[in-house]
C-alpha cells in the first residue's frame, strides 16, 4: 500500500508564499502522475495542478496559473508545490494524489488511486 505525506502548510498572509512536500512510501517514477488537489469547507475538491512522470508536462487549475508549480523529485520520492502571491480564496486543506493509470490523471478526475492526509494552509488578508 502506497503512502504519501503531506507537509509544508500554514498561516500566511495575502502575497506570501508556500511550499508543499508530498512524501511517498516507493519510487514516485512508477507513477503516471502525481496532483495536488485541495479543498475548502462546504466545497467540492478542487484539482490544483498535475505533473506526468514520463513528459514532464505539467497542467494548472486556471485558478492558480501563473501563480503556483508543481514539481517532482524522484530521487527524494517526493512531489512540490510551491505556492506564490498566495490569497485568500487559496485558502484550503492540500491533498497530493498518484496515479499509476493515466485516466484518472485529469484535473477534473478526483478518484486518484492513492491520496494523502491533507495539509491545511490559510491565507489572512
Known sequence: QVQLVESGGGSVQAGGSLRL???ASEYIGT???MSWFRQS???EREGVAVIFDGSGNTYYADSVKGRFTISQDNAKNTLYLQANSLKPEDTAMYYCAANYDGARCGLARADSDYWGQGTQVTVSS
Open 31 to 33: 507513477f503516471y502522475c
Open 41 to 43: 469547507p462546504g466545497k
Open 21 to 23: 512536500s508530498c512524501a
